[in-house]
C-alpha cells in the first residue's frame, strides 16, 4: 500500500539479498526492519556470545540466552519474524580475507560494526565487487550513516586512512534509541537502493546530534588518490 511501490518493488526485495555486517543495537534494527520488509535473504557476520551488557540495544537478543552466540538467538528471533526469509550466518570478524566472499552476490551491505578494521574491510570489499554500501555508526549520543557507491561517492578510505587510533572498540556509550535510529534509517536507505524507490542519499552524510537534536548533511569528496577506490 505504500505510494508508488507496489507488487513489482516487493517482489524485487523478495529476490534480493543484503549483508549486514554486526547485529548489535545498530546493525540489529536494519536486519529486524528489512526481514519485516520481506526482503528474500540476509547474509549477516556478527562474533561473539551475548552478555547482559548488550541488552540496552540488542533487540533480537534475549536475557534467557546469555552465553549464546549472538547469532544462534537472533536467527531463532528472525524465524519469528519473517520464516520465509533464507539466513547465512557467520560468527566471525570481518577482514581482507573473508569479506569479499562473504559479501559476494548481495545486493546490498550495512557496516554496523564497532571497530575500524571490519568497516575498512567491508568498505574495500564492496568497491571491489562494485556492491553499495551503507555506512552507519553512532557513539554516546551522536549517529551517522552515508552510502557508498562504488567509484562513484566517496567510500570510507577517502577521508578514514587507517585506525583511529584515540578510538576503543565499545569503549563508548549507548543510548539504545540512538543505535536503533541510525539502524532504521539504514534500512529505508536498503529498502531505496534495492528497489529504486526514492532518492538514496549521494554525496553526502547524514550527522544526528541527539543531544540537541540537530542534524548535519555536509558534502563527502572523493579522493582520487585513495587507495580503495581512488583512480589516480
Ligand atoms: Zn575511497
Known amino acids: 500500500m505504500l505510494e508508488n511501490f507496489g507488487t513489482e518493488k516487493q517482489e524485487n526485495l523478495k529476490h534480493s ?5 554486526g547485529i548489535g543495537g545498530l546493525g540489529g ?22 552478555t547482559e551488557s548488550n541488552m540496552n540495544r540488542q533487540l533480537l537478543m534475549d536475557i534467557n ?17 519473517n520464516p520465509d526469509l533464507k539466513l547465512e550466518m557467520h560468527n566471525v570478524r570481518l577482514n ?3 569479506a569479499k566472499s ?3 552476490g548481495c545486493n546490498v551491505a550495512v557496516s554496523a560494526r564497532p571497530n575500524f578494521p571490519e568497516r575498512m574491510a567491508m568498505n574495500k570489499a564492496c568497491v571491489n565487487l562494485g556492491i553499495p554500501m551503507i555506512e552507519a555508526a553512532m557513539d554516546d549520543m551522536r ?24 578510538w576503543e572498540e565499545l569503549g563508548f556509550g549507548v543510548l539504545g534509541a540512538v543505535s536503533g535510529t541510525i539502524g532504521c534509517m539504514a534500512a529505508v536507505e536498503a529498502v531505496k537502493i534495492i528497489t529504486g524507490h ?8 547524514m550527522h544526528i546530534d541527539f543531544m540537541n537534536m540537530r542534524t548535519i548533511t555536509p ?14
Not at 558534502?219 to 589516480?232: A, H, I, M, P, T
Request: one cysteine or more; glycine letters at 10%; aromatic letters at 8%.
Open 17 to 21: 539479498a543484503a549483508f549486514i555486517g
Open 143 to 166: 549517529g551517522y550513516y552515508f552510502n557508498i557507491f562504488p567509484h562513484e561517492t566517496a567510500c570510507l578510505n577517502c577521508f578514514i586512512k587507517s585506525d583511529v587510533s584515540d
Open 198 to 205: 526514492g532518492k538514496p542519499l549521494k554525496g553526502k552524510m
Open 29 to 50: 534494527a536494519t536486519a529486524a526492519y528489512l526481514a519485516s520488509a520481506g526482503i528474500g535473504k540476509l547474509v549477516i557476520s556478527h562474533a561473539g556470545n551475548l
Open 96 to 98: 581482507d580475507d573473508n
Open 219 to 232: 558534502e563527502l569528496r572523493k579522493d582520487q588518490n585513495c587507495s580503495v577506490c581512488g583512480s589516480k
Open 102 to 104: 562473504l559479501i559476494k
Open 65 to 81: 540466552r546469555l552465553g549464546d552466540p549472538r547469532i544462534d538467538v537472533a536467527a531463532e528471533n528472525f524465524m519469528k519474524i
